[in-house]
């Protein structure tokens, strides 16, 4: 299970996608909320959370330029739960490190938080902007830069996953 969240000015912590799409067969809204909490307190990096035996998450928080934003930074975090009883963290660093890396070089992604909240004649300006992913992205699995990088780094997870 992941997730991708950016932090919303009025609402705080948001889910901007999951993998899968439909979270709740997987996760209950009492813990989707203390997940997203964690970034009410992270640091920019990434660290690992304990909240129960049942429930523990690899996370990294980062920030994006943005020219949109208050104090031109996006703040996101991306947060995978994960089953291993004693997992491989520096494995977990490693891998959303790299991601994190890759997204932020891609130019004009802080767009991609704003498609759905935009009326149609800003909608024409930001659309373009956003469709088209560097990465190579899995048929129907997104619109914007975001769901498409995001949906190739998931898949290669969750294939790390099911070995």
Same mark, same amino acid.
């Given at each position: ?30 813990? @989707? ?8 307190? *992270? ?32 703040? @996101? ?61 899995? *048929? ?10 995001? *949906? ?12």
């Amino acid at each position: 299970m992941l997730f991708f969240f950016y932090f919303h000015l009025k609402i705080g912590p948001k889910i901007l996608t999951s993998i899968p799409k439909l979270y709740h067969d997987y996760v209950n809204d009492e813990d @989707l909320e203390q997940i997203k909490r964690l970034m009410d307190a *992270a640091n920019e990096g990434f660290f690992f959370h304990t909240f129960n035996p049942q429930l523990k998450t690899v996370n990294y928080f980062f920030f994006i330029e943005s020219p949109w934003a208050r104090g031109r930074m996006e703040m @996101l975090m991306i947060s995978q739960i994960v089953q291993e009883s004693n997992p491989d963290l520096a494995f977990y660093e490693r891998e959303l490190t790299e991601f994190v890396t890759e997204f932020q070089k891609i130019p004009n992604i802080y767009r991609g938080i704003y498609i759905d909240y935009m009326n149609e004649e800003y909608r024409d300006e930001i659309e373009p902007a956003t469709t088209k992913s560097p990465l190579s992205s899995p *048929a129907g699995l997104g619109r914007t830069e975001f769901s498409g990088t995001y *949906a190739v780094y998931a898949n290669q997870w969750m294939a790390w996953l099911k070995r």
